[in-house]
């Protein structure tokens, strides 16, 4: 994509408001009302490295002190380790004071169990690890590892079952194929959809999360835009090890980062501004790990960069914005296994 027509896609980028910063917002029809950055606890599992269960700890009470009410988790995040975290985080903490989000249907690597009976097993086990009665927000997670038919005809009623009997209050999707979710949200027609969330689409390095953005939001779906810095594309440390990016991306996101570094920038710092101040979204998912972590997105969504600098990141960028990754079934990984 060249330069002209990223700015033209995105003209955000060039009025550049003074300050967004943090701000509650609906959920889509759902009546949850979300901060408009999420705290993603992948970190509390040590999904990122190490993790100090107390500064993990003391993240979530800072976020809570400035603001932050939406909390993301699932049993998949160290092997359930992020749940128990933030249940120890949140004990004590008045129930209606935050919005708590999980999963079903992911437990591993290749770990996946999408059947009716696993979904209210998982919900059961999750409540007990984050020590709460209900949580607010269910999500079938990563549908593209599930045939579209279990989704439809199993998780999702089962979901909903679930939703009706007061567990949770509104439910969604998750994954990262935008054509899987659009489909899913398409085609559920015996049970309402409130919130869906996918990863990497709605940054600095890849938008396509625009193209299907009013096709969601105009049925009064909430958008969940989750990993605004890429996971950890978008950071001058850059991505672990693990991450499926291309070569080509990775090299691409270094120059930028460089590029951020010689202007005495961070382009994590813009990058978590240019996703959150994308419109409609309802909440920008980042993970957090520390206290620090927090009071820096916070800081960094607060302040437009210099344009100077944006625009040179974007302009490094556009050669390979949108060049993603697979993932699921056509991602050619190895067979899943059934969760235990």
Known sequence: MSLANVYQQYPFALDRPASTGLSQRPLGGSGLVVSSLGFGCSPL????????????????????????????????????????????????????????????????????????????????????????DHVDLLYCHDIEFASMSEVLDETLPALDALRRAGACRAIGVTGLPLATLSAAVERSVRVRIDAVLTYCHGCLSDSTIDGMASSITDRGIGLINASPLAMGLLTHA???????????????????????????????AIAMWFAHARPGVSSTISGMATAADVRRNIAAISTAPRSELLHGVMEILAPVLGLGWQSGRVAEAPQPMIAP
């Open 45 to 132: 599992g040590g999904v990122f490295g190490r993790i100090d269960e107390k500064e993990g700890i003391r993240a979530v009470r800072t976020a809570l002190d400035l603001g932050i009410t939406f909390f993301d988790v699932a049993p998949f995040y160290g092997d359930t380790r992020a749940e128990t975290v933030l249940g120890r985080a949140l004990a004590g903490v008045p129930r209606e004071s935050y919005v708590l989000a999980t999963k079903v249907g992911r437990y591993g690597e290749h770990a996946f169990d999408f059947s009716a009976a696993r979904t209210r097993r998982s919900v059961e086990e999750s409540l007990g690890r984050l020590g709460v």
């Open 238 to 268: 850059g991505p672990p090890p693990w991450h499926p990016a291309p070569e080509a991306l990775r090299e691409t996101c270094a120059r930028a980062a460089d590029h951020c570094l010689m202007g005495g920038a961070d382009l994590a």
